[in-house]
């Protein structure tokens, strides 16, 4: 018989805090939930940074972003990222020590995405969003200190999937970074029933596939270890959790894009758990973790000259 899975220093911690949220009855009730919450992450952990919210004109709506900015000599890359959140929860509020977090980590200006969440959008909208999203960044890179020719995406769980997606239809990302993704989408994976993660269940697991199949999720868009066209993709790097049920598929999605040519890394957080980057504040382990995915992504996001000397060896 397996026992409870031996977690990072300071997990536990996170663990509790997210179990002692209250309970919601309803969808809307748990995302305010996560909102007003969102800052106990972050207690002990003040990144750097400066934050300010801005907003992308779309047909119909807006959309929502905070920027993160770790200051440093101009032009400096960027990251478009998208939270976490089973498609249906999360927000720019309440993964904001996220955002802040990969932006003192990379030295990178870090754009965060409030795309819309299923189910009041189907899988499309939320796709939008983010394409949206990405063009404002790069549309206002001068503005925001930013070289255009350096900007890449990052992604958790299901922003991972959806920064994949971005990169599959859009040639500008120069790289990707994608934390612990829901790669494969497969609600009789074996891996889900055998994990030992204390807060993403196998019932939740499913939950999530079975909504994001009923919002169009693989209507035209096969899951990202079954995708055709991986070969157009930027160099990546992926985290993922060893205790996280979505760990096999993270292993998966390395080696189809290895098979492809895409240069491509991949670590294994050891005894860490689905979500982790949300306690920064309260675990050393997953700050360090956070920091050699920085290392990793680096140079990828650094490796182009500034503007100024690319114009000058034109």
Same mark, same amino acid.
């Given at each position: ?246 760990? %096999?598929? @993270?292993?998966?999605?390395? #080696?189809?894009?290895? /098979? &492809?040519?895409? *240069?491509?890394?991949?670590?294994? =957080? $050891? ?12 675990? %050393?382990? @997953?700050?360090?973790?956070? #920091?050699?995915?920085? /290392? &990793?992504?680096? *140079?990828?996001?650094?490796?182009? =000259? $500034? ?8």
């Amino acid at each position: 018989m397996t026992g409870p899975a031996i977690l990072a220093a300071g997990i536990d911690d996170y663990v509790a805090l997210v179990s002692a949220q209250p309970p919601a009855a309803d969808l809307e009730t748990m995302r305010l939930v996560g909102d007003l919450n969102g800052h106990r992450y972050a207690e002990g952990f003040d990144p750097g940074v400066r934050r300010f919210d801005s907003y992308v004109a779309a047909p119909r709506r807006e959309i929502a972003l905070r920027v993160f900015d770790p200051g440093g000599e101009e032009p400096r890359p960027a990251l478009c990222y998208f939270h976490g959140g089973g498609f249906a929860l999360g927000s720019i509020e309440s993964f904001d020590i996220v955002g802040a977090g990969l932006a003192e980590a990379t030295g990178a200006v870090v754009v965060s995405v409030q795309y819309r969440r299923l189910p009041e959008t189907d899988y499309a909208g939320a796709r939008a969003d983010c394409d949206a999203a990405f063009a404002w960044l790069a549309r206002h890179a001068e503005a925001l200190g930013v070289d255009p020719a350096r900007i890449g995406v990052a992604g958790d769980s299901a922003g991972a999937l959806l920064a994949l997606s971005l990169c599959a239809a859009n040639a500008q990302p120069i790289c990707q970074l994608l934390f612990y993704g829901t790669f494969a989408m497969d609600p009789e994976a074996p891996a889900y029933a055998n994990g030992l993660d204390p807060l993403l269940t196998a019932d939740r697991v499913r939950q999530y596939i079975t909504l994001f199949t009923r919002c169009g999720g693989l209507d035209d868009n096969p899951a990202p270890v079954d995708r055709q066209d991986l070969a157009v993709l930027p160099p990546t790097h992926i985290v993922a959790a060893e205790h996280d049920p979505l760990c %096999a598929e @993270a292993v998966q999605l390395a #080696a189809r894009l290895e /098979e &492809a040519g895409v *240069p491509t890394t991949i670590r294994i =957080a $050891p005894k860490m758990i689905h979500g982790f980057l949300r306690a920064l504040g309260v675990s %050393a382990a @997953a700050r360090a973790e956070v #920091a050699a995915a920085a /290392e &990793a992504i680096r *140079p990828m996001l650094w490796a182009l =000259a $500034p503007i100024e000397t690319r114009k000058a060896m034109a």
